[in-house]
């Protein structure tokens, strides 16, 4: 079996960062929206750094315009990730690129999404499910609204609530009102922290909103005490090395620390974060690690049962998945 063919579950998948360049530019001619200075000449986009990564994902956002338009991208996206060996996904989904995070607008995105990811899931059989994430730079008061919408529409498909955005701005503590509404609703959570915040942002993660896993969490490495809070607490990372390489915060794939967090104990799993922006794919990321660090497919098991472990689907949900991966050998 090739690295492209094994089973694999991502839980780190921004919807909108996931729309390859070609289906955002389809829809800005049809629209009629310039958006010629956010792609280079060859077609990617174009981005000097994290926060100008940020507004040009924005951007692109901008001529997702209507729960059909979501439609066809969750479609897009699944076709991609599932020719990738993808079996099950999490993507974060923001109300506020969904109909201005007004409810009943939101329903209307969401059922337009979860008809197409139920179409996707008869074709390929890749499942996907959704978490309602606010938007750290856009504020606390956003993220309420994210948060009613969240808790609305909190149930089998919308099964977590989290925060993405500029890690720069604010403190995770003044989104407490909103993750505790979510999970009074019964949604799981997760929150971007030590990425461009260092081992005290990740704590506060853990101490501030409470969250069970962290999106990127890598450095934690910058500090042992937490490696071994993390091991001792079974906290679980969402990596997107491919990611941290491209956006600079790590030189080479080599210098990654997420080896040395599953060397300590850490439950590690392993995502794309925003693929084409960062010329990735599933397969890439897997054969970057195979030979950064000698990954077998042993290796990858390991990780596909922590992401299954941690995944925020119900348990039915998990028993197929889990017959799915008995076909990965060891
Ligand atoms: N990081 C943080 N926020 C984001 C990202 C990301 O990669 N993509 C979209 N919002
Ligand atoms: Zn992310």
């Not at 780190?12 to 929206?33: M, T």
């Not at 081992?199 to 909103?209: E, G, H, K, M, T």
């Not at 790590?250 to 392993?270: C, F, M, N, S």
Request: with cysteine; aromatic share 8%; hydrophobic share 40%.
């Amino acid at each position: 079996m090739t690295l492209r063919e094994l089973p694999k579950l991502e839980l780190h998948l921004h919807i909108e960062g996931a729309a390859p360049p070609a289906f955002i530019r389809g829809l800005a001619q049809e629209k009629s929206v310039d958006l010629s200075k956010i792609f280079k000449e060859d077609g990617s986009y174009d981005f000097r750094d994290f926060v100008h990564f940020l507004s040009v994902y924005e951007a692109a956002t901008s001529v997702l315009k209507s729960p059909e338009d979501y439609a066809r991208l969750v479609r897009a996206n699944l076709e991609e990730s599932a020719a990738h060996g993808v079996i099950y996904t999490e993507m974060f989904i923001s109300p506020d690129f969904c109909g201005g995070s007004d409810v009943e607008a939101w329903r209307d995105y969401l059922h337009a999404m979860q008809e197409a990811a139920a179409e996707a899931e008869a074709k390929d059989g890749i499942v996907m499910r959704g978490i309602v994430t606010c938007i750290r730079h856009f504020g606390p008061e956003k993220a309420k609204a994210s948060a009613l919408c969240a808790a609305e529409t909190a149930g089998d498909w919308i099964t977590g609530f989290g925060i993405g955005g500029d890690e720069g701005k604010g403190a995770l503590g003044d989104f407490a009102w909103s993750f505790d509404l979510a999970r009074e609703a019964g949604l799981r959570l997760t929150a971007h922290a030590g990425e461009w915040g260092g081992p005290a942002s990740v704590r506060q993660a853990l101490d501030d909103i409470g969250v069970e896993r962290i999106g990127h969490g890598v450095r934690a490495i910058e500090d042992l005490a937490l490696v071994e809070r993390l091991a001792e607490d079974g906290v679980v990372l969402e990596v997107c090395p491919g990611s941290n390489v491209v956006l600079g915060l790590y030189p080479k794939w080599d210098r990654h620390p997420i080896q040395a967090l599953r060397e300590r104990g850490v439950k590690v799993t392993v995502s794309t974060d925003d693929p084409p922006f960062f010329h990735t794919t599933m397969t890439r990321e897997y054969e970057e690690l195979a030979r950064a660090f000698g990954w077998g497919t042993a290796d990858f098991l390991e990780i596909s049962r922590n992401a299954l472990d941690a995944a925020f689907c119900d348990a039915d949900t998990k028993a197929r998945l889990a017959d799915r991966l008995k076909d990965h050998p060891e």
